[in-house]
């Protein structure tokens, strides 16, 4: 079993750039991905990004493919969201969540940390 918190969330303008930790404790030699989701004030939650955790592969949502990029660092036990040309927008509650089964990268997220919340000015 593995233990999940995102960090790294704040305030920023809009133009600016963010970059989201989600740090992984206990067992994660059996992961096979870490997603991304957000969820706005009221909306719905969306999948953002995801990677696995073995390969390396990425995986980004049409909409904001361009202006993420996700990475990981497995010696840190470290999964990265790099945001930039942010937009109000974006503001929402980020969660990182960890994925064991195959399948879809977009679905299927058993294990889920707390969120971070970043804000987006305009």
């Known amino acids: 079993q593995v233990q999940l918190q995102a960090c790294g969330g704040g305030l920023v303008q809009t133009g600016g750039s963010l970059r989201l930790s989600c740090a992984a404790s206990?067992?994660?030699?059996?992961?096979?991905?870490v997603g991304w989701f957000r969820q706005a004030q009221g909306g719905e939650r969306e999948f953002v990004a995801a990677?696995?955790?073995?390969?390396?592969?990425?995986y980004y949502a049409d909409s904001e493919k361009g202006r993420l990029s996700i990475s990981r660092d497995n010696a840190k036990n470290t999964v990265y969201l790099q945001m930039n040309s942010l937009k109000p927008e974006d503001t929402a509650d980020y969660y990182c969540a960890a994925k064991y089964g195959g399948g879809s990268y977009t679905q299927s997220y058993s294990v889920w940390g707390q969120g971070t919340l970043v804000t987006v000015s305009s």
């Open positions: 206990g067992r994660t030699s059996n992961l096979y991905a």
């Open positions: 990677i696995s955790w073995s390969g390396g592969r990425t």
